[in-house]
Structure formats: C-alpha cells, structure tokens
C-alpha cells in the first residue's frame, strides 16, 4: 500500500524555539495532506488541511501564525511550531489520501512533540 | 457538521473469541467509512473501509457493517488474536470535499 514518512518520530525542545516536522508521501502524490493532533488517550483533531501550492486551511481554534504549514511539492508537508509551549506537547501525525479525496487515508508514523 | 462516537471506550475479549467494535454517526449524508487500528507511539494504521453505496465488506478475518439506517457502523474481528491489542478508530467522510472525523476510539485487550 501507499506509504507516508513523518520525520522526526520525536523530538525534545525548549519552551520558545521551533520545530520543524515533515510528512512525505514515498510512492504517490498528494495534492492534500492533513495534519492531526492527538494527545493521551484521545482521539485524533484535525488541526489543517495542507494544500499544494495555496494555503493551508485551518480548523476553529487553530492559530495559524503558531502553526505553520507548507505544502511545496505533491510529495512533501511540513508543519512547523513556532515559539514551541509546554502545552503544545502532543502527538503530530500527517495523512494523505492517496488518489484526493474520498480515498483511503495513510498516516505517517507520528511526531512525540516535548516541549520543556 | 459531523460527529461520531463509540458505544464503548474498552473491550476485553478472550483470544479465539470475536471481536465486535462500534461506531455511532450523525450526519446521514456521510458517504466514506474507514476503520483504523493504532497501536500505541504510533500512527492509525488502515484496517478496511466502505462507501454508503454498501452495507457490509469483508476483508481478511475482519467485517464491516453499515446501517445507515440507524447511522452505525462495526467492525468485527474474527477469532482475535493478541496482536489486535490496540485502540480502533472509525472515521467518517461527509460526501464532499471534507475531511476525515473520528471517533473517541475503543481500547481492546485480548486475554491470553
């Protein structure tokens, strides 16, 4: 089946910096992506939509200049968090249909985001 | 909007026995229904899916069934094994361009 790499797989940083994270998709192209937030025992948010080529569309509650999403090619998104907080600590994972919308959704392997 | 929940947040079964899982939706226009398994530290992993146009689908020991009458979807997992021990997620697609929504999620744990 079709495949999605999300790098890092987790990462530690301090309180004020940012982190980048990106999701590939390794044998097909996305023209969307989507990016996920999960935190303990809860189930998956969408936080945006990554679009190629225009802008990224966000959910309610989802401050788009802390998250920022880029969607340069149809096989590359990425998702960084700036000025990092504690409570930003939580599971990012990306998704990809891999023939557009409606089509079965593959996930990338998840970013442990730790913010100390 | 949509919304979607599970009737039961943990399930433990016995290793052999089947496996019932459910899955309450509200929007009667949703069009796409995918069920996924995550196995903790990592992403959902796809199990089988199925489109409104459908009411059952079989896969390799799991089933999905539809009733769109009472918006209700199940995944049975047929003689389960210790390695289905992961939390399931259903995740329903309005007919249209929309993404994903998921389910809480139920726990299941297979007794040895």
């Known amino acids: 089946g079709a495949v999605v790499s999300q790098h890092p797989s987790w990462v530690i940083c301090k309180s004020g910096t940012s982190v980048k994270i990106e999701c590939r998709s390794l044998?097909?192209?996305?023209?969307?992506m989507f990016w996920y937030r999960q935190f303990p025992k809860q189930s998956l948010m969408l936080m945006a939509t990554?679009?190629?080529?225009?802008?990224?569309?966000?959910e309610q509650g989802v401050e788009k200049d802390k998250f920022l999403i880029n969607h340069a090619s149809l096989t590359l998104s990425t998702l960084t968090v700036t000025s990092a907080h504690p409570e930003d600590s939580s599971f990012y994972i990306c998704?990809?249909?891999?023939?557009?919308?409606?089509?079965?959704?593959?996930f990338g392997q998840g970013t442990r985001l730790t913010v100390v | 909007g949509e919304s979607v929940g599970l009737h039961l947040p943990t399930l433990s079964v016995q290793e052999g026995d089947n496996s019932i899982i459910n899955c309450a939706y509200s929007n009667s226009a949703s069009d796409y229904f995918i069920w996924y398994k995550q196995e903790s530290g990592k992403g959902p992993q796809f199990i089988i899916d199925i489109r409104s146009n459908m009411d059952k689908r079989q896969g390799q020991r799991v089933t999905v069934l539809l009733n769109k009458t009472v918006k209700h979807l199940s995944l049975q997992i047929a003689a389960t094994q210790p390695g289905d021990s992961a939390v399931y997620f259903c995740a329903v697609q309005y007919s249209g361009n929309t993404p994903l929504v998921f389910g809480k999620g139920t726990r299941l744990s297979v007794i040895a």
């Open positions: 044998d097909f192209q996305a023209t969307t």
């Open positions: 990554s679009n190629e080529g225009s802008k990224a569309t966000y």
């Open positions: 998704s990809a249909p891999w023939g557009g919308w409606g089509t079965e959704a593959f």
